[in-house]
T-cell receptor, first 114, second 114 residues
């Protein structure tokens, strides 16, 4: 069965500092990987996705993520965070992209200090 | 283009009552997913449909839960009878079985069972 681990429940960073959110997955084949962001009281918005090809993927809002098969990781990064980035971030894995249900990690709550 | 539409946005009911949650997917999308989000268990896939046909309902917690998709533009998730432990945010998502294979989430329905 597939699974996703986000080791950090909360992360606090200063505005302007760099950010890295960790994600490790367990899946038997080539995974479809996603990062979603959820603001309070809102639905989930897709930040970026990886299906194949270049292992460094660019997303919206200045986010990027790197797929490392050897480490079963798909960490999310941003070089300089803004106060508006404060939210809950979810990593997810799927078997067939949108055609199958996603398995989500428990999420990482990002707090931005002024 | 309108996103995924869910109604109601908030529902408060008493234990034992029937609850019906509704979802209208993005026009043209042919896959629909129901997820539940709780503090304890995070985001869990309940059931999903491809071309209006239920594909995997293994995530449905028990027989009190049922879901239907009578046509491509409407789906319901019903809980009968409801229990306090069903209190959660229920999300609907849709996707297109095509190049993007990305799931687009609705704003969710916050259900409180007293």
């Amino acid at each position: 069965a597939q699974s996703v681990t986000q080791p950090d429940i909360h992360i606090t960073v200063s505005e302007g500092a760099s950010l890295e959110l960790r994600c490790n997955y367990s899946y038997g084949a080539t995974p479809y990987l996603f990062w979603y962001v959820q603001s309070p009281g809102q639905g989930l918005q897709l930040l970026l996705k990886y299906f194949s090809g270049d292992t460094l993927v660019q997303g919206i809002k200045g986010f990027e993520a790197e797929f490392k098969r050897s480490q079963s990781s798909f960490n999310l990064r941003k070089p300089s965070v803004h106060w508006s980035d404060a939210a809950e971030y979810f990593c997810a894995v799927g078997a067939g992209g949108g055609a199958d249900g996603l398995t989500f990690g428990k999420g990482t709550h990002l707090i931005i200090q002024p | 283009d309108a996103g995924v539409i869910q109604s109601p946005r908030h529902e408060v009911t008493e234990m034992g009552q029937e609850v019906t949650l509704r979802c209208k997917p993005i026009s043209g999308h042919n896959s629909l997913f129901w997820y539940r989000q709780t503090m304890m268990r995070g985001l869990e896939l309940l059931i999903y449909f491809n071309n209006n046909v239920p594909i995997d309902d293994s995530g449905m917690p028990e027989d009190r839960f049922s879901a239907k998709m009578p046509n491509a533009s409407f789906s319901t998730l019903k809980i009968q009878p409801s229990e306090p432990r069903d209190s959660a945010v229920y999300f609907c998502a849709s996707s297109s079985l095509g190049d993007t294979d990305t799931q687009y989430f609705g704003p969710g329905t916050r259900l409180t069972v007293l």
